[in-house]
């Protein structure tokens, strides 16, 4: 398995990782192969098409503003949520924008960036082409990019294997093969990957990481706390996180289920800064980024003896797991439906937590196989094109069914069961496949037209 813990964990901006970070990055990569290739000072036009997906929910998803923001030089770790609608802005005032900050270029979207609803490319429903011309028309270069889910960015004839500069130590494709390691070596998952990871950076590195990761979900989670007013879209979705978290803290009767409203509160936190546009972790996407930070908060919250290791453990195991769903299967909506999201997330965090709550290998396995299979045949299909309706509930109702699962596998199982991780990914994969592609993050079934707007 060629991936690191931070290509699953990705500092980005909301509200979409295929739609919002893949399309930004895909843009900064094409302004980057411009100057490599000293053509940018010869660029007098940027065309961009948008396919499938992208096209159907774009607008939605702010891949449109994704877009600009990368056509200028910015990427979705570094650019400052706060100022990005400026620059957006500014482009639109003035129909013109500068190629990677430097060349001032015309650019008109009703001309220069057009949505193709009617045409998806082959190889994945989220295409993008960047065209750039000459003062004569001339084309000086034209690349298409498929965003693949979880902010991952494929350019057309890449391999999509990415290939590390050293190798790692333990190589694992399936759940069986990543179990017989631990057998064989006495390691537990999150040290295998620790292992792995060793041969990227030093430890130190490594931790520091994901300790940011942690440190950027927590950020996330304490602004969508205290940010009131209606989400941007046209929905006039109310941010709720506010609210429940001073009725929670205002609670005088105990509640012997308010465990669930702190779990759910981490979560509609999250996935409204997202909604909005701010900071979050694609974990492993942005649609679903609230339910691991959700489950971490009830580590910290509610789990005796939490730790900062103890968190670096749950995000290493957590990434194990998502690298199995990402090289067997998928973490794209647009491809899979939202089992590719939420579902996937729902699994990682149910592993992460088995983790820390002292499980085994097998009762992480177990853990994880749970939280898929019952997020099995899960929809896509966005009010609006919006990562609002359904999405941000649905965080909440992940991330639940995460600590259910990790508490049948570690405190109610001993790690056998009839159903194996390989399994249900496999069955994941061909649900997705089998799936008709209205419900697959097009807007075009499901809630999206059932919803009437009064």
């Not at 994704?66 to 979705?76: F, I, K, Q, S, T």
């Not at 996330?220 to 109310?238: F, N």
Request: net charge negative; proline share 4%; with cysteine.
């Amino acid at each position: 398995m060629n991936l690191s813990v931070f290509d699953l964990f990705k500092v980005g901006i909301g509200p979409s990782s295929s739609h919002t970070v893949g399309p930004m990055l895909a843009a900064y990569r094409f302004v980057t192969e411009l100057q490599e290739r000293a053509q940018q000072d010869a660029v007098a036009r940027v065309q961009v098409d948008l396919y499938g997906s992208l096209a159907l929910t774009g607008r939605g998803h702010a891949t449109d503003r994704a877009v600009l923001l990368g056509l200028m030089g910015e990427r979705p770790d570094l650019v400052d949520p706060a100022l990005a609608g400026g620059i957006v802005d500014l482009i639109r005032a003035t129909g013109r924008l500068r190629l990677a900050g430097v060349r001032a270029v015309p650019f008109v979207e009703e001309r220069d960036l057009l949505f193709h609803e009617d045409k998806s490319l082959v190889f994945h429903p989220n295409g993008v082409r960047f065209t750039a011309e000459a003062d004569d028309g001339a084309t000086l270069l034209s690349e298409t990019y498929y965003s693949v889910g979880g902010g991952f960015v494929v350019k057309e004839g890449e391999s999509t294997e990415a290939v590390p500069a050293n190798p790692v130590e333990f190589v694992f494709t399936s759940a069986a093969e990543l179990l017989a390691i631990g057998r064989a070596t006495g390691l537990s998952i999150a040290e295998i990957l620790m292992r792995n990871e060793r041969t990227r950076r030093p430890d130190a590195e490594t931790e520091a990481g994901l300790d940011r990761i942690w440190s950027v979900m927590s950020a996330c989670i304490q602004r969508g706390m205290a940010t009131s007013g209606i989400l941007p879209g046209g929905l006039g979705v109310k941010r709720r996180a506010p609210e429940l978290y001073r009725e929670l803290n205002a609670a005088s009767t105990p509640d012997p289920l308010a465990v669930f409203d702190w779990v759910s509160l981490y979560a509609l936190a999250v996935n409204e800064e997202n909604a909005a546009g701010g900071r979050v972790v694609t974990a492993p996407t942005n649609g679903a980024a609230g339910v691991i930070p959700a489950v971490l908060g009830y580590y910290f919250q509610f789990q005796p003896g939490a730790t900062a290791a103890g968190a670096r453990q749950f995000l290493l195991t957590a990434a194990a797991i998502g690298m199995l769903y990402k090289r067997n299967a998928s973490l794209s909506a647009a491809e899979v439906g939202c089992q590719g999201e939420v579902g996937v997330a729902c699994s990682m965090a149910a592993a992460g937590l088995a983790a820390v709550m002292g499980g085994t290998n097998a009762q992480i396995e177990n853990a994880a196989e749970i939280g898929m299979e019952h997020n099995l045949g899960l929809t896509c299909d966005p009010v609006g094109g919006l990562v609002q309706v359904p999405c941000i509930e649905r965080n909440t109702m992940g991330a639940i069914k995460a600590i259910n699962a990790a508490r049948l596998a570690v405190l109610h199982g001993d790690g056998t069961h009839r159903i194996t991780l390989d399994e249900v990914i496999e069955t994941m994969r061909q649900t997705g496949a089998d799936m008709q592609a209205k419900y697959k993050e097009t807007s075009l079934g499901g809630l999206a037209v059932n919803h009437v707007e009064c």
